[in-house]
């Protein structure tokens, strides 16, 4: 499986972005996904994650409220819709598929990545 990221740029405080991460090579139809992201000098993080169908989402508590994850199988794609960004969304965003078709957190699950696309927020 291979996964390609977009949808990233450069957004000024309050604005919105809407990530893309688009699978090749087979479909992930079973597979829970998720999006991370990793700012300069930190350690990756998880952003949101939605289960293989399409329920459970879950989101980091930096970001419930204002990011919303979805998954659109027809176009074996899932997306990450951001709402009123913050400097400190900066960071790169990573889509992921999971060995597990339940929605998880955690980072060692996460068989397939994709490269990342860039977000920088300014204030």
């Known amino acids: 499986v291979q996964l390609q990221a977009s949808g990233g740029g450069l957004v000024q405080a309050g604005g919105s972005l809407t990530l893309s991460c688009a699978a090749s090579?087979?479909?992930?139809?079973?597979?829970?996904l998720g999006w991370f992201r990793q700012a300069p000098g930190k350690e990756r993080e998880f952003v949101a994650g939605i289960d293989w169908r399409g329920g459970t989402p879950r989101y980091a508590d930096s970001v419930a409220g204002r990011f919303t994850i979805s998954r659109e199988y027809a176009k074996n794609t899932v997306s990450l819709s951001m709402n009123s960004l913050k400097p400190e969304d900066t960071a790169v965003y990573y889509c992921a598929a999971s060995r597990s078709s339940s929605t998880t957190t955690r980072l060692e699950l996460y068989q397939y990545w994709g490269r990342g696309t860039q977000v920088t927020v300014s204030s």
């Open positions: 090579g087979r479909a992930i139809t079973n597979n829970a």
